[in-house]
């Protein structure tokens, strides 16, 4: 069932060039050989994605809603073998798999939704005024419309919600673009099978094969090609800081620069207000450590930070954070790589003079465990260098103690962008916690309350995104209905005969969608 | 009235360094000096804006598009001094000032409809599913709001419409976001006027003095840094290929990348079809040199560029053409350096040995005088030197003749991204130009019929934009409605309680705008 192939459209290539899938609990291989795709193999794939985009940008909404759907489905009906390989290639928790299963299936039918509903093409009709003094307007539709083939990245972490049918693919698919995704090596096999899945509903479609093609591989050039083909007009990312800028660097540098929708790097600040700490310190301390230790720590939206007032009620909820963590098994990391640059961070942390170990998780049994990691330190120390506000990708996470509220305020001010922002308060604490709202809100994507920002809802109204280095453009979302919009384009026809209109503009509009007119909103 | 002063909020400076203002039909300078804006002033004007950012966003969408109503108030107001300076400053007629005001006043109102209605908000409610299984859905409401100060840089060609108080300006201040101008150099006087009425309309508003200030310069490093102070968010520049690319490097080299909106370049294509060419080619031909010739060629959309079948149609056309051009007076362009780089454009096409000189305008009497120049070559040099589409600011153009529609198809493949492509067709014709609209629509923001580029209207559906290298952003209007969302980011709340939430998102919605709930339109 899993061939290793290099898949171009509906074509199947192999390599001399082979690489292993690799069982992080264990270190042993997983067969078969997967091709590492070349520099050819880019250019083929994104040749046939250039070819497809005229008939799938135009495809009427309800045809490209259900390819999202037979995408869904053949997801679905890979059933187990689909599980099993996940949970083979990531060591993530099999329970885990099987909800990440749900949310990816589930994402694909939302945007189904969205593509129907058509509110995504914004269509917007300035009738012509002929008699207008002292120049006539002429007649302006606008719509939006797909970039253009899209390379995706999948993501380590979320071997299908972030890879290779997830968020990044699903967006642009509903946009009208073709998909060209490089797949992540840490689970090739898991690529196999997803992409599969998504070629056979490119056949059950009636598509041109050029709609998806995809790239297995382990070199950083295999990307970089794909970033720099002239074909590709857009780009989706979900990785390191270092990764997804070295990405924008060969975006910019293209003779046509490209967008690239890169979701970085975030600590996600927590703010304990006062009067949750004394009332549920040592709950909320319980609670913290649930979050973070989560999937060994391993979210975009891990909890790396918490900010509160100095004073014995974060002293019972370090306390408490501390004892749970003790108590928290050690977890497999995705690979060998993430675990090494976790266990540096972690490493560079304890050894820092300004920072204290308050407390370590069990070390682990087996290769490749996350050994949970909580410090501590004080405002002034955490301002004065930048190094301490750094995401460690994993289960680490430090406590920043503040003298006071304008402390609390100052180091948000100083804070990069985030993709969350959590606070934790009871009523007696909302004066406090009122004025730092729009600070966060400038800092970060999501503002959540009295909650852990692991747990991304993928809704209408999510914003999985933020301000710099959080994403690479901090005016858009990687997760949720508006990330539609990183792959369009608005076009406007002026004059243009009723019969040679795209068809969401004619005046019959066939495909039912809300028009604005003349500046007025007109439901469907 | 005009001080030629800084103006950093409510604060006028002066400076040691001055420069003055030109008349450039007579070489002759206008007074006052006015004063070279430095490091310091740009500092000390960004420190403002941020700090008046909270102040700004958060404002209720009434007053903020009372501001705007203000400001379009104030420009009126100034009344016939400022279309003596800015005619004086430009060299551009008495009627197209008049016209151009009347257009940035318009501008000005339109947006404060758009900020009124809010639909810019697309406030988005996913109610709470508190008995969801396997997990609950937390509420999360999403709202759009401003990115932060933004940095604006005056056009020389549309001294009122693309310059101080023009669409950049008009957008960021809707979204809710202070400006800082780094005004145009070569309309000093005009900059000074318009500024003075918008820093009127920040004081008539009782808005925090930051909103708004003005760095009259003339040198790169004024602008460069601007874009490189960090309180800047966005930047929105209509100009030169070069100049817009300066910036978009500054902007990317910062620590924190922040988006650039440059509108730069573009030959604006125009397809002559047999049918129309046959019927009415010599008609044609004169308005294709009026669109061309008005404003001396200093128009973004100007017509550079025809694309036609060789033949006895196309010759009539070009004659016409080339007649009307000899019998159209010679303008002023708006500086000394636009008519050099004007001329060194002019020298080239015609020195090209694939071109050929079809006519010259009359040489014009005075300094500074566009003489027109339209050229002709074949579709496979047009192909062989991609220096033949480069632009050339100001009244040139060249006819490219093409031996069959797959060639003109071939033609249009090869176009960089341009702002507008324009089709001249007749009924007959419409079986060769329906599969070009889908062509041409990838490669322009507006695709226009039976219509000249130049003129772009002011609505809900233009779009004033287009893939590399039109602008740097092709996703982006810079004007219309549209171009409010260049400085828009999303911030998505998570159960936050409905008084600790910003008005717009309040279960009251007290704006009164409309709402998407549980994925469902709602009107306001």
């Known amino acids: 069932m899993i061939t290793g192939a290099i898949l171009i459209g509906s074509e199947e290539r192999t390599s001399a060039n082979t690489f292993d899938a690799v069982n992080p609990a264990t270190g042993a291989a997983i067969g078969p050989p997967f091709a590492e795709a070349g520099a050819n193999d880019v250019t083929d794939a994104c040749a046939l994605a250039a070819a497809a985009f005229p008939v799938f940008r135009d495809l009427a909404p309800a045809d490209r809603a259900a390819f999202l759907e037979r995408i869904a489905d053949a997801i679905a009906a890979i059933g187990d073998p689909l599980i099993d390989r996940a949970t083979a290639e990531t060591g993530l928790p099999r329970a885990r798999i099987e909800g990440e299963r749900g949310r990816t299936i589930g994402q694909l039918r939302l945007f189904a939704q969205v593509v129907r509903e058509g509110a995504w093409m914004d269509v917007t009709i300035d009738p012509a005024l002929p008699d207008r003094a002292p120049l006539p307007r002429p007649d302006l539709r606008r ?48 690529t196999d099978l997803v992409a599969r899945a998504i070629r056979q509903a490119v056949v059950d479609s009636g598509l041109p094969e050029g709609v998806f093609s995809c790239l297995p591989g382990t070199t950083n050039d295999l990307g970089g090609a794909l970033v720099a083909d002239p074909r590709i007009k857009a780009v989706g990312f979900t ?119 308050v407390a370590r998780g069990p070390v682990g049994d087996g290769i490749n465990q996350a050994q949970g990691a909580l410090f501590a330190t004080d405002a002034d120390a955490f301002a004065a260098d930048p ?86 453009d901090g005016r858009s979302t990687s997760v949720g209905a508006l990330a539609i919009e990183r792959f369009l384009r608005p076009v406007c026809y002026q004059n243009i005969p009723d019969r040679l209109l795209p068809p969401a503009l004619r005046d019959a509009n066939p495909y039912a969608v809300a028009r604005r007119v003349d500046g007025v909103m007109q439901p469907a």
């Open 239 to 357: 990785g390191s800081r270092g990764g997804g800028l070295a990405l924008v660097r060969i975006a910019n540098s293209r003779p046509e620069p490209i967008p690239v929708y890169a979701e970085m790097s975030s600590i996600n600040p927590v703010i304990l207000f006062p009067a949750a700490a004394a009332a549920r310190g040592a709950e909320l301390g319980r609670a913290y450590v649930a979050s973070l230790t989560q999937g060994a720590g391993q979210f975009c939206t891990n909890p790396g930070l918490v900010i509160a007032l100095a004073g014995s009620d974060l002293d019972a909820f370090e306390a408490s954070a501390a004892s749970a963590l003790r108590e928290a098994a050690a977890q497999p990391m995705l690979t060998p790589g993430i675990h090494r640059n976790f266990e540096q961070g972690v490493d560079a942390l304890a050894g820092h003079p300004a920072v204290r170990v």
């Open 143 to 190: 719509v939006h419309v797909g970039v253009g083939p899209v390379a995706v990245f999948g993501a380590s972490n979320f071997p299908l919600a972030f890879s290779v049918a997830g968020g990044d693919t699903a967006s642009a698919f509903a946009a009208g673009c073709p998909v060209v995704v490089k797949g992540h090596p840490a689970h090739p096999g898991t």
């Open 387 to 472: 190094a301490l506000g750094h995401e460690v990708f994993g289960s680490s996470s430090i406590v920043v103690r503040a003298a006071d509220m304008d402390a609390v305020a100052a180091l948000v001010t100083g804070l990069e962008g985030q993709l969350t922002a959590t606070l934790l308060f009871d009523e007696a604490d909302e004066p406090l916690v009122a004025p730092l709202i729009p600070l966060l809100a400038e800092k970060a994507g999501r503002v959540l309350a009295n909650g852990w920002p692991t747990g991304v809802e993928v809704s209408h109204a999510m914003v999985h995104g933020g301000p710099f280095p959080a994403t690479s």
